[in-house]
């Protein structure tokens, strides 16, 4: 007997448990659910296979796949892999070129292409993709007059497997059993924002170990739904999706169109969700707007129990503390007024692992969430190594992306870059030994590391946080690394700061900041507090306003290494301005432009004295130039002393 | 393709309001499966063509054989029982209602059970209302609208309300499609998706389609068969070759400034 290694084999094994009375999984189709058994899933890979072979597939040949979250998708995945190929995943919206660059590079021999939209595409380039023998399309609509041979249809290539599979009954099984556990399963290419995309090859046992040690500490059962809405042709989908259903038998649920994706989302109350941290963010904005249209008595049980909801998960997670009966009791009675509400909203009713990736995702929306019962987890990785680190349980904290999964090794090197080993590394990019070789290095015992050219550090904790690209990175001059867009992301999650543009480099022995405050919420505040201002200047510069900005400045403090703390910062008299060229029209900071205009401060705070006058011009929007003149205070965080 | 047969046959068509002539002697064939196209300036009486076909306005002479029959003695919802479905210029929908039920209410002409067996909702009426939800179902699939099943049609934005009207058309499963402007208010991206809609239409049911379009692009791509009036008055027909290159339709478009 063998060993459950590849994926077609743990198709086999989930059939032989499941057999054609489980459902496996669920697509939802002139808007009722339908349900695909095991055993539909395994005929359906079955004839599949068969039939690709009958048209010519080799062992190790290589087959892409283009299409939307679909069944057909992942037999058509298995079938490849099946007939011991490689599936190559393309995104459904990659133009003609781009489609061209990967089918080619990767030298398939087959294309799947879901539907009309896709096949045009493929029409199009039909030239200069000589090696590739047929199309095959799943969703026939628009393609009934199209004559082409070299377009085939899913039930034709799947007619052939079954007539096949008449004289042959044992060849299927046969034919996974040869599978071994290190060949090549998928190929993932990355984007290439700079260069041409690199075609990752990642084996069956890169995808079973990746998902074998998440669950370990995410687990998943045969009854878990899951709905399939992130790209098919990205490694996290492979990962959570595809590999986490054949190693569990958790149902796999596919939307109707990507268009109703949140709408099918509360239909099915999925136990696992991985969202960017934008669309989290999106779904809190929606809480806040919508609340304006309803009605009163729902803005006042929403008045009432949010702070409770607040309260007691600030308890819970940031405190770590007992909550009190009577902050349970009032959360108890939040849970049904509001709370439980919310969630069904969203389809998070069910939700056990929560995660969110991408970007970092702001700490307000993380405690809006928990304040509602779903505790969003952070989880970092790429296509090369799968998941690297991840929130496990309650630990989780705000600024990190969590601790290593389970048998990952995380080390960083000198120049602050993350290196990943671990059975999840890949096995380098097709057909470019160079990059292969850039990303895949050994050390002096022989182990080979992914250098994932992000730059980060570990915390006490063991945590790891995640600063920038390495390319990013700047070089103090005690030659300690640090990352100007993490620093300033961190300070901007701050509602009191509206702009911030740190200071440091190789002449700079220590990183300071010019903060710009955010005027609104740092008024209203002030109002509050009753410190009386009267202009922006004004406010900017009272003491008790810098005292509020120093709590956030010594907050992101606690958390970055000493050599790259804030020692110093001042609270700019006026707000960076586009119409003066000071901030580009998205908003990004024109450095070089910055470290001119404010020179005068710069020096002031790497130099002796803490007031700085300034005569700004300031250019109005009429066109009209004046002068304004004024005193910023510097503010200093650590001294002198405290740095000897 | 020789054995078409002709599903509509306008004949001497004469539409007078007052002392204005809209339409003057128009007279045309459309054969079963073409997309034909009626194009001319504005005020031309394209529209009120149309509105002929259906019957909302009576023309003084002429008729108008459809499969055979006269439809200018026929009241509309006959007309439309004979398998003529057709949609507005401005879109008119049932704003208040969904869109699964604006396509629903389409299917009344084809519903059978009584108001007492609607009421019990049991046996025949059910099975009859499965029946035509799975219509609709296959119509909301086709068109692309799943996302919007659910929503009051009245809050869409104008480019879907007009695939929404498309789709309570074609809930009628009608044998000719008169549409009135498809395209107007679309940017380009929503025209490619409607002229697509329109030819799997076309090509799926060999459904006949006769509309108004004023996006010369789309029409010379997807019809088959254009006629031109120009103040009432038909002044070309023909292939969309033969109407590019037509001394009077260039006259009629290109040599008298219109008010747009």
Redesign the interface.
């Known amino acids: 007997m063998n060993e459950v290694d590849t994926l077609p084999k743990s198709l086999l094994a989930a059939y032989e448990r499941f057999g054609g009375q489980k459902t496996a999984m669920r697509q939802k189709d002139l808007g009722i659910w339908r349900s695909f058994t095991w055993k539909d899933s395994y005929e359906q890979v079955k004839y599949l296979c068969l039939g690709l072979i009958q048209l010519g597939l080799q062992p190790g040949d290589k087959v892409c796949i283009i299409g939307d979250n679909d069944p057909q998708y992942f037999w058509a995945q298995l079938a490849i892999q099946s007939g011991l190929g490689v599936a190559v995943g393309i995104f459904t919206d990659c133009a003609p070129n781009e489609i061209e660059y990967i089918v080619s590079h990767s030298d398939a021999v087959f294309v799947f292409a879901k539907d009309q939209e896709q096949c045009d595409k493929l029409l199009e380039i039909k030239d200069d993709v000589e090696k590739v023998k047929r199309v095959i399309y799943w969703e026939e609509k628009g393609l009934w007059n199209y004559q082409q041979q070299w377009l085939t249809s899913y039930q034709d290539i799947q007619k052939l497997g079954q007539e096949f599979d008449q004289g042959n009954p044992d060849f299927f099984e046969n034919l996974v059993n040869q599978g071994q556990v290190e060949d090549l399963a998928i190929f993932c290419y990355t984007s290439g924002t700079t260069a041409l995309p690199k075609g990752a090859m990642i084996s069956h046992s890169n995808l079973i170990v990746g998902c074998d040690q998440t669950l370990i500490v995410d687990s998943r059962e045969d009854t878990d739904e899951y709905l399939s809405f992130l790209p098919p042709a990205w490694i996290t989908e492979n990962i959570l999706g595809l590999t986490f259903h054949l190693r569990t038998g958790m149902i796999v649920n596919f939307p109707e169109a990507p268009e109703t994706v949140q709408d099918n989302i509360r239909e099915i109350t999925p136990q696992a969700l991985l969202f960017s941290a934008r669309l989290w963010e999106n779904m809190m904005a929606i809480v806040q707007v919508k609340l304006a249209d309803t009605s009163w008595i729902n803005r006042n049980l929403h008045q009432l129990f949010m702070p409770v909801g607040y309260k007691v998960a600030h308890l819970r997670y940031e405190v770590r503390k007992p909550v009190g009966i009577l902050w349970q009791l009032l959360n108890w009675i939040g849970e049904f007024a509001i709370f439980q509400p919310l969630r069904d909203k969203f389809g998070l009713t069910k939700v056990k692992s929560a995660y969110s990736s991408g970007a970092a995702l702001n700490p307000d929306v993380i405690r809006f969430f928990r304040a509602i019962g779903v505790n969003i987890k952070q989880l970092y990785g790429s296509t090369e190594a799968q998941v690297h680190t991840l929130h496990v349980g309650e630990d989780v904290k705000f600024e990190t992306v969590g601790v290593p999964a389970p048998g990952q090794e995380i080390k960083i090197a000198a120049d602050s870059e993350i290196l990943i080993s671990g059975g999840t590394v890949f096995q380098g990019y097709y057909k470019d030994l160079e990059a292969t070789k850039k990303a895949l290095r050994s050390d002096e015992q022989g182990k080979i590391w992914f250098h994932t050219g992000d730059a980060g550090y570990l915390d006490e904790d063991g945590h790891l946080i995640y600063m920038d690209r390495v390319k990013e990175l700047i070089t103090m001059e005690s030659g300690e690394h640090y990352s100007p867009q993490y620093i300033e992301g961190q300070l901007k999650f701050s509602p009191y700061i509206r702009d911030v543009m740190t200071l440091g480099g190789e002449t700079k022995p220590f990183v300071t900041a010019l903060i710009n405050i955010d005027f609104d919420n740092v008024g209203r505040w002030a109002e509050k507090h009753g410190v009386p201002y009267t202009t922006f200047v004004d406010l900017s510069q009272r003491p008790e306003v810098y005292d509020l900005i120093s709590q956030d400045v010594e907050r992101v403090n606690t958390y970055l290494p000493a050599a790259i703390h804030i020692h110093k910062f001042v609270l700019l008299h006026k707000e960076f301005d586009a119409d003066e060229g000071e901030l580009t029209r998205t908003r990004k900071l024109r450095r070089r432009l910055l470290n001119e205009r404010y020179a005068d401060m710069i020096d002031t705070m790497y130099g002796e004295g803490d007031v700085v006058k300034v005569r700004a011009t300031v250019k109005y929007r009429d066109g009209r130039e004046g002068t304004t003149e004024t005193n910023v205070r510097v503010a200093t965080l650590i001294t002198e002393e405290e740095r000897e | 393709m020789t054995s078409r047969s002709t599903v509509l046959r306008v004949q001497e068509i004469n539409l007078v309001f007052g002392g204005i002539q809209a339409l003057n002697n128009i007279s045309f064939d459309v054969q079963t499966g073409d997309i034909y196209s009626i194009i001319g300036p504005n005020g031309a009486g394209k529209t009120s063509l149309l509105n002929c076909i259906n019957n909302f306005y009576h023309p003084e002479r002429g008729k108008i054989i459809f499969n055979g029959q006269n439809l200018t003695r026929l009241p509309p919802y006959k007309i439309a029982k004979l398998g003529v479905a057709r949609t507005f210029q401005n879109t008119a929908l049932y704003t208040g209602l969904s869109t699964l039920d604006n396509l629903m209410a389409a299917r009344h002409i084809h519903m059978h059970s009584g108001m007492l067996k609607s009421i019990l909702y049991w046996g025949p009426a059910q099975r009859e209302d499965l029946r035509h ?2 219509v609709v ?2 119509i ?3 068109l ?1 609208i ?2 919007i ?1 659910k929503s009051i049609v009245g809050a869409l934005p104008h480019g879907l309300r007009k695939r929404v009207e498309l789709g309570r058309a074609l809930a009628l499963e009608p044998e000719l499609l008169l549409l009135d402007e498809p395209m107007t208010g679309m940017n380009q991206e929503e025209k490619e998706d409607m002229a ?1 809609f329109i ?2 239409i076309n ?2 049911q060999e459904t006949t389609i006769l509309l108004i379009e004023h996006d010369m692009g789309v029409v010379m791509d997807i019809v088959d068969q254009i006629v031109v009036l120009d103040f009432g008055v038909k002044i070309a027909e023909g292939i969309p070759d033969e109407i590019r290159h037509n001394e009077a339709v260039i006259n009629a478009y290109l040599g008298k400034p219109e008010i747009q």
């Open positions: 939800r799975k179902e296959e909301i699939d086709f692309e799943a996302h099943r697509r030819l799997d090509e799926r």
